[in-house]
């Protein structure tokens, strides 16, 4: 709780300091999410995200960039004995600040993302024990989630791709989880992964 706190202030302090700036561009992003569980060999799987951003300009090459994204997450174990998959689709609010020179044909930056998010839907597969999907009120995965990406993109012209690496701050499975078999597989570990993204911008 207060992790998710925490990143809620940064993206609340950057959404102020973006409104009291003055030229802005507006667009479409979506790409590729490829998630694991942290923690969890081989646990990786890809992913989509598509959604809003807008970007306000700050002085000394300084930009805050807020989008709102419907995220799809996901993960899978396989063993001798069995087969574990999770898949959550988030609806997020990351907040990128963005710092990197205009080099009038192309702008390269360095990128730092907190996050928070709300899971919309959610289905866990046990394949040893339960192959259906499984309720909120049974399942128990926490549906608020926040974080932190990390990384770096381009921009020509109109065009803005970005890579960063993501980490989701706490459980992603409630302690009290009555599915014993969804803790044993995901514990208290959480999502983590690269978001792989390209943006169209409007505006100035």
Same mark, same amino acid.
């Given at each position: 709780?207060?992790?998710?706190?925490?990143?809620?202030?940064?993206?609340?302090?950057?959404?102020?300091? +973006?409104?009291?700036? =003055?030229?802005?561009?507006?667009?479409? *992003?979506?790409?590729?999410?490829? =998630?694991? #569980?942290?923690?969890?060999?081989?646990?990786?799987?890809?992913?989509?995200?598509?959604?809003?951003?807008?970007?306000?300009?700050?002085?000394?090459?300084?930009?805050?960039?807020?989008?709102?994204?419907?995220?799809?997450? +996901?993960?899978?174990?396989? =063993?001798?004995?069995?087969?574990?998959?999770?898949?959550?689709?988030?609806?997020?609010?990351?907040?990128? @600040?963005?710092?990197?020179?205009?080099?009038?044909?192309f702008r390269? @930056? #360095?990128?730092?993302?907190?996050? #928070?998010?709300?899971?919309?839907?959610?289905?866990?597969? #046990?394949?040893?024990? *339960?192959?259906?999907?499984?309720?909120?009120d049974s399942?128990?995965?926490?549906?608020?989630?926040? &974080?932190?990406?990390?990384?770096?993109?381009?921009?020509?012209?109109?065009?803005?791709?970005?890579?960063?690496?993501?980490?989701?701050?706490?459980?992603?499975?409630?302690?009290?989880?009555?599915?014993? =078999?969804?803790?044993?597989?995901? &514990?208290?570990?959480?999502?983590?992964?690269?978001?792989?993204?390209?943006?169209?911008?409007?505006?100035?």
């Open positions: 709780m207060r992790r998710l706190t925490a990143v809620a202030l940064m993206c609340a302090v950057a959404l102020l300091c +973006a409104v009291q700036s =003055s030229a802005q561009k507006y667009g479409v *992003v979506g790409g590729a999410t490829f =998630s694991s #569980i942290h923690g969890l060999e081989n646990s990786s799987k890809t992913g989509w995200n598509v959604g809003g951003t807008v970007q306000f300009k700050l002085p000394l090459g300084f930009s805050v960039q807020p989008s709102l994204v419907y995220n799809s997450k +996901a993960a899978e174990l396989s =063993s001798g004995v069995g087969y574990a998959g999770l898949k959550v689709d988030y609806l997020e609010l990351p907040v990128s @600040f963005q710092w990197g020179p205009d080099l009038l044909i390269p @930056f #360095i990128d730092v993302s907190p996050y #928070i998010g709300y899971a919309l839907a959610s289905k866990a597969t #046990i394949e040893t024990i *339960v192959s259906t999907p499984l309720k909120w399942s128990s995965i926490q549906r608020f989630e926040c &974080g932190l990406g990390l990384g770096g993109g381009i921009e020509v012209w109109r065009l803005q791709v970005t890579c960063r690496y993501n980490w989701n701050f706490g459980a992603l499975v409630n302690a009290d989880t009555g599915f014993q =078999s969804v803790k044993e597989a995901f &514990g208290e570990r959480n999502f983590g992964g690269v978001t792989l993204s390209l943006a169209f911008l409007f505006g100035k």
